[in-house]
């Protein structure tokens, strides 16, 4: 019995080559810059990203590395395009809970809460140190003795004690401008001690 014939292949014409070779560039040129941000997240600590968030962005990536090996080059474009745009959610949510951190921290310490200052600080550390966390860090570091001259401030001032209220509120106010409280208490007690001066010099007058 004779062999059966083999079919031929379907021969790919011009055309359907070139448009093949488009396809493979625009699936190569998707996947370029994916690599900025998948390096640029990685490098970054583990509390900057969410990891759930980062296995779905890897698995897009290994999607459209499969559809390219597979030369379904449109399949692999839109999976480097979707990937991309996961890794850089990624990143930019990771700023916004350094942000919120940082908020965080600032709230705290306005609250005079200790410790939930130092809990939000350490996460902002741990996302991404800088001038801000030192800055927040020195606050929290004095943040005790600003508060106790604050209460200082406060009773001397009940009692008219105007010039110990105006040293312990300028103390605070030295050792932390930003904290609430010392400039406002400062000023009144400024304006308590400008009104007595006058109430004294029209007292003298009229003697």
């Not at 093949?20 to 998707?30: G, P, S, V």
């Not at 379904?72 to 959610?89: D, G, V």
């Not at 010039?163 to 932390?176: G, I, K, V």
Request: charged share 30%; proline share 5%; hydrophobic share 45%.
């Amino acid at each position: 019995q004779p062999a059966a014939a083999a079919v031929a292949a379907p021969t790919e014409t011009p055309a359907q080559r070139a448009e093949r070779r488009r396809l493979r560039r625009a699936a190569q040129d998707a996947f370029a810059p994916l690599e900025r941000p998948r390096k640029a997240m990685r490098a970054l600590p583990p509390e900057y990203w969410d990891p759930r968030g980062a296995a779905a962005a890897d698995q897009l990536a290994q999607s459209g590395e499969q559809a390219y090996l597979a030369q379904r080059y449109e399949e692999a474009t839109t999976r480097y395009l979707e990937a991309r745009a996961a890794y850089e959610r990624l990143i930019v949510a990771g700023r916004n809970r350094r942000a919120e951190a940082i908020a965080a921290t600032r709230r705290a310490i306005d609250a005079a809460d200790i410790e939930a200052a130092r809990t939000a600080l350490l996460l902002a550390r741990r996302i991404g140190d800088g001038a801000d966390v030192q800055a927040l860090a020195r606050r929290i570091q004095v943040l005790p003795t600003v508060l106790a001259q604050l209460d200082r401030g406060i009773a001397a001032r009940e009692i008219e004690g105007l010039e110990m209220a105006h040293l312990a509120f300028s103390t605070a106010q030295r050792s932390d401008p930003e904290k609430q409280g010392a400039p406002e208490g400062q000023a009144e007690v400024n304006a308590t001690r400008a009104r007595t001066r006058i109430m004294e010099g029209m007292g003298k007058g009229i003697k």
